[in-house]
């Protein structure tokens, strides 16, 4: 009896038992805030979890972290990586790896408990795991790049600018390479490190490994590129094994073939690859399968693509087996040793997959021997084709967004010719669908085919099956919107089909007449899509995007990564603060967002350069660059800026980026900056007001919405001042029968400014219609994603996300869901929502970095109802519309001093009251 009592202390000291009435649980492990990821590059990984515990009020005070080399030291509790030991700490999220040093490709095992402020402990966690990647170009083994062949360095143009003229013409071979190996021994793991350019897909054994489309993303390629990592360990087998890997352009390269649709010109090489297949045997020995010359290759079956232009497929040229063990590779020529990027970085972000399928809703024949199919949504996508014919025979299939009058498509607005092309082998049913592109489109136009059951007196192909496939960033998704204004609904729905269709390897303007990533949409609409899904690793790859685009003077480009030059109007299209601004504001919104630190210090030369670059052009500091309040709602048809003078949106922008620069300063322990850019900030708010400011009217410059929006936002107006604008800013849009003007860059202050003021109801109005401009415009003219216009205009795209903003304001307005000002992560959670129009209910969720928020709420014949969540280790103050004279319950309980929900008082008219963490229900009568 003795000794089961020494070991039950024992065990209880050691963490390994715990009391039976303990509630607490660790969940939701993540290391670089991704679950059991491979391919790790820090040295020093992030760790978080998330707390769950039926009792309400619950913080960590206290966590230990065990990280052992096997799963099997691990259940013994042994740490033999790292022991944290027991650490007084209420962090859960982006605790930093201080143990042993890290190796290489190694898979580490790791798992948390933790211990909260009621004295409960929790059970250790179940187990988690990363991989490491490669850290250096050693780690690579010696490995090449391999190609086909290598382009002329005199045909090399990594930054054309546009309208030039082509160095030379032609198409490029689009190859298949092949390594066969084989396993001697029983295998205890297995990794593939890889790299393609543009893109490429990895066979095993005459099997496509993953679910993944377009690896690796896209990035500055003269500077940097990524590589995927896969577990093969289940998919080799003992003895013969081979690897076929399939090479596409991308924007790796863009053939200069004269008939089809090109954006611009960059060529920073033939297709490419490079990879290390690493075996670890489990007798302890290990081996190393790398690209050399001792790799073959030959021209694949897809004899065209572009990014730009559409993918041919010619099925005549597919060679049975060529990716499987036993292959006779006659007439297949040793792989050609090239150079390639400088810099090989693991792929963090998530990757680009198939997320979902449409089938056609209606079926027209529009010209002898061509059918559109509508698929009833815009999105970004490829064709899935089923089709039987003869030999030789040749599909076209051309997507778009809009129909012609006559009821073709209409590729005019989204880049033309572009299209996908297919030639059967005539063996029975065939199944295809394009491999490195995809288009932005609802219909399909079928050239040369007849869908099944239609009349073919001249036995064309028959087409069996025709779907879309919507492709897009596999980010989880965060959060969602509902609300009982069926309108808001669909606004909600529409604005997300533009963010959607334009989250691949990073944001793009379009999913077909550009998809380039011009920055103003990070930061502008950013904290929209940052509700919805999970893209802290999308921006942080787009962060070192930037970094990598930045031009020697300090100047970070429109776009990033920067593979063109416009040069229309000087350059208005490449210097404009408004978008290099994100890379001053992305780093900073991920600390804000995710409690991301790291990025700021590793951002920070950057964002140094950048705001020395601007002092540079300023004049009088005001800057004047650049395209303004881009697409603002004018007499003209939209473009530059027009109701908005130039140098109001760029200066403001440029003040606002001085005080994240001093609060970043700061943060990072560098005083001295932070006072500079106080300093600054302070010369370039007087310069402001002194150019553009009336003190008559209390206008800025043109007192369009934009101007006196941003001049609120940015606090350039003095305090004095304030209600002033602001009245301006809501006459403006009263006087206008509520209609918005600001464009790109304004209207998300102009939300923003209005909900802060206390007037959505102002927002209501704007936005509940459907007869002027706006999104209930669009919707009324048949838009199923956001449009490049206010005005749905058929000249331009119809899927473009950057005047999404107003799913910012459903989720922080309506929903009311925001953080304490100096929140970070949403530590401190704010819950109020604005109850406006005829809105009788709303709800939002949103996953944070320490759980799941909830508001929801809803008027009742008594009153008012809400419902909140708020996740472990978190606080939330909660604004509920009551007076004094108003009843407020919780449950079944009147709120009385002394209860565990602290009253706060009132503010605004509303009874402020702050909880823990739990699942309430107010009522107010």
């Excluded at 002898?368 to 509508?374: F, G, L």
């Excluded at 936005?767 to 956001?786: C, E, F, I, M, W």
Aim: charged share 20%; net charge positive; aromatic share 12%.
């Amino acid at each position: 009896m003795k000794s089961l009592i020494i070991r039950i202390v024992s065990l209880l000291f050691c963490g390994a038992t715990f009391p039976a009435f303990s509630q607490l649980s660790v969940t939701n492990l993540k290391c670089e805030q991704k679950t059991n990821p491979l391919g790790i590059e820090a040295k020093a990984p992030r760790l978080s979890w998330e707390l769950q515990s039926k009792q309400r009020g619950v913080l960590q005070n206290a966590f230990r972290v065990l990280v052992a080399d096997s799963p099997e030291k691990l259940k013994q509790n042994i740490g033999n990586i790292w022991d944290s030991k027991k650490v007084s700490s209420n962090a859960s999220i982006g605790v930093e790896y201080t143990g042993n040093t890290l190796s290489p490709v190694r898979t580490y095992y790791w798992k948390v408990m933790a211990w909260d402020n009621k004295n409960a402990a929790s059970k250790w966690s179940s187990t988690a795991r990363w991989q490491m990647g490669l850290f250096t170009s050693a780690d690579w083994k010696h490995a090449n790049w391999i190609a086909y062949e290598k382009l002329a360095d005199t045909n090399v143009n990594i930054l054309p600018t546009d309208g030039n003229q082509d160095k030379y013409r032609g198409n490029n071979v689009l190859p298949l390479l092949r390594k066969s190996f084989t396993v001697e021994r029983p295998l205890k793991k297995a990794t593939m490190f890889m790299s393609g350019l543009g893109h490429f897909e990895l066979n095993l054994n005459g099997k496509k490994m993953g679910d993944h489309f377009l690896d690796p993303g896209w990035t500055k390629y003269d500077k940097q590129a990524l590589y995927v990592t896969f577990d093969l360990t289940r998919e080799l087998k003992r003895g013969e094994n081979a690897i076929g890997v399939l090479l596409g352009n991308g924007f790796y390269y863009v053939p200069p073939v004269p008939d089809r649709f090109r954006k611009l010109k960059v060529a920073f090489g033939f297709p490419k690859m490079i990879c290390r297949l690493v075996l670890e045997y489990q007798d302890g020995s290990s081996a190393d399968i790398i690209s050399d010359a001792s790799w073959t290759t030959t021209r694949g079956p897809i004899t065209f693509s572009s990014i730009y232009g559409g993918e041919d497929h010619d099925a005549n040229l597919e060679q049975a087996g060529w990716d499987r063990p036993g292959f006779n590779a006659a007439g297949w020529k040793a792989a050609t040793v090239v150079d390639g990027p400088p810099t090989l970085n693991s792929q963090m972000a998530e990757p680009v997959k198939v997320m979902e399928t449409f089938t056609p809703k209606k079926v027209t024949a529009v010209q002898p021997h061509s059918w559109v199919y509508d698929l009833g949504q815009n999105a970004s996508g490829v064709p899935y084709l089923k089709v039987q014919g003869k030999k030789g025979d040749t599909i076209r299939l051309y997507p778009a967004e809009l129909l012609k009058p006559d009821g073709t498509v209409n590729q005019r607005p989204t880049g033309s010719p572009f299209y996908f092309q297919y030639v059967l082998k005539g063996n029975g049913p065939e199944i295809w669908q394009p491999r490195f592109t995809y288009y932005g489109y609802r219909y399909l136009q079928v050239n040369g085919g007849v869908p099944a059951g239609e009349k073919n007196t001249a036995n064309y192909p028959v087409v069996q099956e025709l779907k879309g496939l919507h492709i897009r960033n596999a980010a989880q998704t965060t959060g969602d919107f509902t609300c009982s204004n069926e309108l808001f609904n669909k606004t909600f729905t529409l604005i997300d089909w533009a963010v959607k269709s334009n989250m691949v390897s990073l944001f793009t303007d379009c999913p077909h007449r550009e998809k380039l990533g011009w920055l103003e949409q990070l930061h502008l609409m950013g904290n929209s899509v940052r509700h919805t899904y999970d893209i802290a690793n999308l921006l942080r790859k787009q962060v070192r995007d930037m970094m990598y685009s930045q031009t020697e003077t300090g100047l970070i480009p429109e776009i990033a990564p920067e593979y063109v030059k416009f040069e229309w109007g000087g350059d208005m299209f490449r210097d404009s603060p408004e978008w290099g601004s994100s890379g001053i504001l992305i780093p900073w919104y991920l600390y804000q967002w995710y409690g991301d630190k790291q990025v700021l210090t590793e951002a920070y030369p950057m964002m140094q350069r950048y705001v020395a670059y601007l002092k540079t052009k300023a004049k009088g500091h005001i800057l004047s660059q650049g395209l303004g309040d881009w697409y603002d709602l004018g007499p003209k048809p939209p473009g530059v800026s027009q109701l908005t003078t130039m140098g109001v949106t760029g200066t403001a922008i440029y003040h606002y980026d001085l005080n994240v620069m001093s609060s970043i300063a700061r943060l990072l322990n560098k005083p001295a900056d932070a006072d500079a850019y106080t300093r600054l900030a302070l010369q370039v708010k007087q310069a402001f007001n002194d150019t553009f400011f009336n003190k008559q009217t209390k206008q800025y410059a043109t007192g369009s919405q934009a101007s006196n929006a941003m001049a609120v936002y940015m606090d350039l107006v003095n305090p004095a001042d304030k209600d002033a604008v602001i009245n301006n800013i809501v006459k403006d849009i009263r006087d206008r029968n509520n209609g918005l003007t600001a464009g790109d860059i304004g209207y998300r202050y102009l939300l923003k400014v209005l909900e802060q003021a206390g007037k959505s109801d102002v927002i209501f109005d704007m936005n509940n219609r459907s007869d002027v401009p706006g999104y209930g415009y669009q919707l009324a003219k048949g838009a199923t994603a956001l449009t490049e216009s206010w005005q749905a205009l058929p000249t331009v795209s119809n899927n473009h996300f950057m005047l999404g903003h107003l799913m910012e304001w459903f989720y922080n307005g309506l929903g009311g869901l925001n953080q304490q000002e100096n929140s970070v992560a949403y530590k401190s959670i704010v819950i109020d929502p604005q109850i406006v129009g005829d809105v009788t209910s709303a709800r939002v969720s949103y996953q944070s970095m320490y759980g799941k928020i909830v508001s929801d709420w809803k008027k009742t014949a008594a009153g008012y109802e809400m419902k909140v969540e708020v996740p472990a280790n978190t606080t939330a103050t909660i604004y509920l519309p009551a007076d004094q004279r108003s009843i407020i319950r919780e449950g079944n309980k009147v709120i009385s001093p002394g209860s565990e929900i602290k009253m706060l008082g009132n503010e605004r008219g509303k009874a402020k009251v702050m909880v823990g963490s739990g699942s309430y229900t107010f009522t107010v009568i």
